[in-house]
């Protein structure tokens, strides 16, 4: 069984320029969610999707993030303009429900210069 | 708002046990899971213990929750070079909609 897929694995930028990340879960998975892990501390929920709609979107900074799941499956989390304390890794994690075990992809990390 | 918290370095000689500590605040918890970090890896779930259970034991690892006391450990017996990583305590409120809150990692180093 495939797991999650996420792309790109790196990505280097300047402050001010933007950044996407997409994410394609676990075949089947309703549940999709991503999560910022900055060097150091734990992963911390940005947005959760059950379908293609929001569950928990209370910590996303949304003047400068956003995410979609338009047909309920890929997922993509958008960074414009970058600041540099987003320097972190993009993790998308999907279950098969809301109460589902979570199943990680390998995370995005991002480096704002 | 919830807060899981655990301490950050941890060190042992191959061979020995190791004990990872966690404390949490949501006495609403229902799960509470260990996860496993290698670097440049994504989360591996290692294992999970339901909040009405005291132990859980699974191969060399063992999982005791202190309820009363919002107290979550993980024993690792014989520890190997290979269980090097940062472990991660997270827990599970009821009607978090599936959100798990982590703590910060606990960063495990296990010295031949």
């Known amino acids: 069984e495939a797991g999650v897929a996420q792309s790109p694995r790196y990505k280097i930028i300047e402050k001010r320029q933007s950044v996407a990340f997409w994410c394609n879960p676990i075949?089947?998975?309703?549940?999709l969610y991503w999560y910022q892990q900055i060097l150091g501390q734990g992963p911390k929920l940005l947005i959760q999707?059950?379908?293609?709609?929001?569950?928990?979107d209370s910590q996303l900074p949304k003047d400068r993030f956003s995410a979609e799941r338009l047909k309920g499956v890929d997922s993509t989390l958008k960074i414009q303009p970058a600041k540099l304390e987003d320097s972190a890794v993009y993790l998308c994690a999907s279950s098969f429900g809301r109460d589902g075990e979570l199943f990680f992809g390998e995370g995005s990390r991002l480096t704002v210069l | 708002g919830e807060d899981v918290e655990q301490s950050l370095f941890l060190s042992v000689r191959e061979g020995d046990s190791s004990v990872i500590n966690c404390t949490y605040t949501?006495?609403?918890?229902?799960?509470l899971y260990w996860y496993k970090q290698e670097p440049g890896a994504g989360l591996q779930l290692l294992t999970y213990?339901?909040?009405?259970?005291d132990m859980k034991q699974d191969q060399r690892l063992t999982v005791l929750l202190n309820k009363k006391d919002k107290h979550l450990s993980l024993r690792i017996a014989d520890t190997q070079t290979g269980d090097s990583a940062i472990y991660f305590c997270a827990e599970r409120g009821y009607n978090q909609g599936g959100k798990l809150i982590f703590g910060q990692g606990t960063e495990l180093s296990v010295k031949p």
């Open positions: 075949s089947g998975h309703a549940t």
């Open positions: 213990i339901f909040s009405n259970m």
């Open positions: 999707f059950q379908n293609n709609g929001v569950v928990d």
């Open positions: 949501d006495s609403s918890s229902t799960y």
